[in-house]
Each structure stands twice: as C-alpha cells, then as structure tokens.
C-alpha cells in the first residue's frame, strides 16, 4: 500500500482536516511533514468541533497513529493543549497513538516574539503571518543553531541549549526591534517540564513509516497551509517558511519517491487567503459577505488559527492549473460546494490579461500576480440547497457542470464534492 498524499492546492484553509478525516479510516497512519501551529484544520463529527493545529487530524479514528514528521516545527505548549483539547472531546492521545520525529524543530517564546517584532518592523510591508513563530524557527533551522525535539531526550543538554537560544534571540530583539527580552530560566525551567511530558512520544518516525508501508499499510500525509503558500513555489515573499506542496512530504517524512501513490489536491470551489499577497480574483462587496458568511456559523471565512476574516473571491483556475503542475496531483476534491447555492451568475477565472496578452499560464512563474486582471467565464448557478445531497446524481445539472469545467481546465479529475462541514457531507463519484 503507498503514501497517500493530501495536499492544499490553494492558500491554505481548503478543508484538508476534513477530507484527511474521510481518508484517514482506511491509514495505519498519518502524518503531518511540515509546518507548525500555524495549521488549523477541522473536523466536524456530530456536535464536535476538533480544531487541529499540529497533531494530524487522523488520530480522531481510534485505530489511526499520528505522526508528526522531521520537516515540522512544533511548540510544545501547543502540543500539550492541544492534547488536552482532544481529550475534552473524548480523544486520547498516549504514546502508542502519536510518534514524534526527533529531527523535527522545537518553536519557543523567543521564536514567537521574534516573529511579533519582524512583522511590527515591516509595517506596511508586513506579511501577515500568524505570529506563531514559524518563520524565526525555520530560520534557526537554515542556520543550524535550532532547537530540535530530540533534544529534549538530554535534560542537562536541553537546559544549555534552551538558555544559548534565549540569549541569542534576546540579543536580537533588543538591538534589530528595540523588544523586551525573555528570561533564558524560566523558559529553560518550562521547556524541561515540556520534555519530561513529551519525551515518550518521540520515536524513529522514518523507520516506522518504512515498515508500515513493507507491511502493505497504507499511510496518509496531511499537507498544511497550501500551494500558494510555499516558500519556493508560492507566492513570495507572501508565503510560509516551509514547503506545504507534495514533494515536501518525502523530505519532510524520510521517505522515498517509489512510497508515493495518490497526490489529492483539496481546492475550494472558489478561492480565500488570509494574510497578505496578490489575489487576482478577489471580491469585495456583497459577493465577498456571500462567499466569506457573517462569522455566525462554524465554517464561516475566519481563520482557525487566527479569527482574522479570510479574504475571498472567485476560483481561479490559473493557478489551480499551477498547483496541479507542481503537486503532480492525480485527483482534485472540492469543497464548500454548498457555499455557492444562490450565487447567480457565477464567476470563474479561466485565464489572466496583462502586458497586452492572455495568459492561460503565468508567464514568470508567481511573479507579479498583482499585475494580472482576470478573464472570468460566467455560469448560471443554481438555487438548490446542496448540503443534503449525498450522490452524484443528485446534485443540480448547473452544479455538476461547474465540476466538469473544472476538471476540463485542470486537467484531473474531481473524486469528491463536500456539501457542509460535517462527516457525511460528502458525495463521492461512483
Ligand atoms: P484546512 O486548514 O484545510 O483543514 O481547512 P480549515 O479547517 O482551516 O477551514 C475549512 C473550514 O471549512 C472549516 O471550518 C470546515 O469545517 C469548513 N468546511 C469544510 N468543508 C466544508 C463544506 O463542504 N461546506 C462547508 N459549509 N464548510 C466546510
Ligand atoms: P492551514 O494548514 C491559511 C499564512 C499566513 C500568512 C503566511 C505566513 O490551516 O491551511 P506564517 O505564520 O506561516 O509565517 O504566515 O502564511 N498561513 C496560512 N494561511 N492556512 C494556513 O494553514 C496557514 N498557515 C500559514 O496567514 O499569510
Ligand atoms: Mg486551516
């Protein structure tokens, strides 16, 4: 059995968790490979709401084991809330039931309020990230000076360690941002506490995953943030500071290319972004407060991580074709569907004008997305409430016809439509 790979296909906040929920029933294990907290994905089971920051959202099936990969970063006060978030709901989370990669890198407060002056500092020219300390961490990483969860096995080591980067760091907040420093102890005396809870987690993630996959196993990566985010094939510097797209799965696991088989592109059936960036298909207005919701329902468009409105508009199948392209993906699920209902006409970007052409791919890649209008095909929607259909067969001809335009510019099929947020609200072609 192979490597599943999902995948976001767009900005982030496509419904991942969701679809890697559905999936994780028939995965030994899944596995997250990079990024860190600044992940929200959700699940919806019943009257339970799981919002999953850094443990793969698989571990709400009993039988499924997490895996947090050597390409994450991962702050442990997060970890642990989150594990008690997860216990609140009646999940469990002992140590036969998450594997912790000892190469993967610790995030500390030093991280987070490095990330709070940057972004203060750049002002206007902010990137809008989560502040949770992704990038200065990835940065220790680069220049091999990080923290990594291995070494939390060594308590004295640690203490060194933990106080060596505070003092680093605070030297940095005090003469680049003209911030407060932290006090080396006390985060040494947290982060020995962190260890001694978090020390029977770790394990030899890549040997384990190996070996489940020798044993016909079949293996879920979850992807964070999305496509457009990576820090070599989205949108920089309006990116994060790791690589979300489905290579980064191998690098960030310990696995080779012969794992791979599925790459499960999750796109929304139209488009968001939260923080800053190009965004060629934006709307604002009346269209904008349809798509985005007023905040009143779960699902509405406010950041899991963050509860900033997400901005929204169109789908835009320039770089849906993009993502394809750099995921190598081999079939698209869509989501939100049901969010479109009423939506008459509907909109969707076929193909960009600029410098006097048409452009049905980007000519330099990303660069310089703003300088693009978008070519808009018009359809005529439909007015059928979708979030109780559950067969193909069933959804509007408009709607299905959305679907197969689509697959048509993407060039891969749709497997499956979701229709509301919860479990069963789902239709997967026959
Ligand atoms: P992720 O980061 O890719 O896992 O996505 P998020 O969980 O951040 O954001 C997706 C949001 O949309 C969550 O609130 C989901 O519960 C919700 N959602 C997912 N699929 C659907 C759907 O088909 N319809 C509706 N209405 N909401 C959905
Ligand atoms: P999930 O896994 C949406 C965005 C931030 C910001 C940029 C850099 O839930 O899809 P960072 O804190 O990573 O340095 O911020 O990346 N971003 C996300 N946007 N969903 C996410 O994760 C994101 N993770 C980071 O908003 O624009
Ligand atoms: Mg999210």
């Known amino acids: 059995m192979p490597l599943d790979i999902i995948v976001g296909a767009q900005w982030g906040d496509e419904g991942k968790g969701r679809m890697v929920d ?15 907290d600044n992940a929200g994905h959700t699940v919806t089971v ?7 920051h850094l443990i793969p959202s698989g571990i709400i099936h009993p039988l499924t084991v997490g895996v947090m990969g050597n390409g994450m970063v991962i702050n442990p006060e997060t970890l642990l809330a989150e594990m008690a978030h997860l216990e609140g709901l009646g999940v469990r989370v002992p140590p036969e039931r998450l594997r912790i990669s000892p190469s993967a890198h610790l995030i500390t407060p030093a991280h987070r309020a490095l990330d709070a002056a940057q972004e203060q500092q750049r002002g206007g020219g902010k990137i809008g990230t989560t502040l949770r300390g992704i990038g200065p961490a990835y940065v220790d990483k680069a ?11 060594d308590e004295e080591d640690l203490a060194d360690k933990v106080k060596a980067h505070v003092e680093n760091t605070n030297r940095q907040l005090s003469a680049l941002y003209n911030a407060e420093p932290l006090d080396a102890h006390e985060v040494a005396a947290q982060f020995a506490e962190y260890a001694r809870r978090l020390r029977p987690y770790i394990a030899d993630t890549s040997v384990y995953l190996h070996q489940l996959l020798a044993d016909g196993k079949r293996v879920l990566g979850e992807g964070a943030q999305g496509t457009l985010l990576d820090l070599d094939h989205g949108t920089y510097p309006y990116v994060t500071s790791s690589h979300p797209i489905a290579p980064g799965a191998l690098l960030g696991l310990g696995l080779g290319f012969a794992a791979v088989g599925e790459v499960i592109g999750v796109t929304k059936a139209f488009q968001t972004r939260v923080g800053e960036g190009g965004f060629p298909t934006e709307q604002e207005g009346e269209t904008a407060e349809r798509l985005r919701g007023t905040g009143e329902n779960p699902w509405d468009e406010f950041g899991t991580t963050t509860g900033r409105p997400r901005r929204v508009g169109w789908l ?16 698209l699920a869509l989501t939100k569907l049901d969010i479109l209902s009423g939506l ?14 048409t452009h049905r791919e980007l000519p330099l890649g990303l660069r310089g997305l703003e300088d693009f209008m978008p070519v808009y095909q018009e359809l005529r929607g439909w007015d059928e409430d979708l979030r109780g259909v559950r067969e193909w067969a069933d959804l509007p001809q408009a709607a299905r016809d959305y679907i197969h335009l689509i697959e048509e510019q ?7 439509a979701s229709v509301g947020p919860e479990r069963g609200q789902l239709v997967a072609r026959g």
């Open 410 to 416: 993407a060039g891969v099929a749709v497997g499956w």
């Open 46 to 52: 019943g009257d339970n709401i799981f919002k999953l």
């Open 316 to 331: 835009d199948l320039v770089l849906l074709r993009y993502a394809v392209r750099v995921n190598g993906l081999t079939k």
């Open 344 to 357: 008459k006409p509907m909109k969707i970007c076929v193909a960009y004008e600029g410098g006097g052409r």
């Open 22 to 36: 559905l999936l994780a029933e028939q995965a030994a294990a899944v596995a997250r490979w990079g990024g860190g």
């Open 143 to 153: 220049a091999r000076r990080g923290l990594r969860v291995g070494d939390m096995l």
